[in-house]
């Protein structure tokens, strides 16, 4: 490992530690949609290896951003629960059946909830209403989730 790669992974490790909770959804969003567009250029070069694995990876960041909603906080976390097994299924079939098409689907959703994610983390903090640590992984210190 070459000293910049090194200093790369020491920078990122410190910016994922030092990150609002805002931020991280924002970054594991960013993830998954590199990975599911990566697994798209390895389709292209016809690496079935690297379209599986870049798949596998994309499906785990979903899975994190799932298994991170608090159920108990309304009706929001379970559409977002619902939503993100929509994009799990789309990386899955799109994975067993190596059709880009479905994980066009996934990227233009991901890439919708992403930047809404963005915006009302962007939109809190410009008003000043939360502190970055007083928001959970999924808004809810921001948002009535209740319904």
């Known amino acids: 490992m070459s000293a910049s790669t090194s200093q790369f992974g020491a920078y990122k490790a ?23 567009e990566e697994a798209k250029r390895q389709m292209k070069m016809g690496s079935n290896e690297g379209v599986h ?5 994309a499906q785990d960041i979903i899975a994190e951003l799932r298994g ?8 929001i976390a379970g559409h977002l629960d619902q939503l993100y097994e929509y994009f799990q299924h789309l990386l899955i079939q799109a994975n067993v059946k190596k059709d880009s098409s479905l994980i066009d689907e996934c990227l ?9 994610w963005q915006e009302a983390f ?6 000043g209403q939360a502190e970055p640590a007083q928001i959970n992984a ?3 210190a921001m948002l009535n989730l209740q319904g």
Do not use: C, W, Y
Not at 53 to 57: E, Q, V
Not at 108 to 116: F, G, N, Y
């Open 108 to 116: 233009d959703l991901m890439a919708v909830i992403r930047d809404t």
């Open 53 to 57: 694995n870049n798949l596998i990876r």
């Open 68 to 75: 991170a909603l608090d159920m108990k906080a309304g009706v």
């Open 138 to 140: 999924h808004g809810s």
């Open 14 to 36: 410190v910016d994922v530690e030092t990150a609002s909770q805002g931020k991280l959804v924002v970054m594991l969003f960013n993830g998954a949609i590199n990975r599911a």
């Open 122 to 127: 962007d939109s809190l903090a410009k008003a």
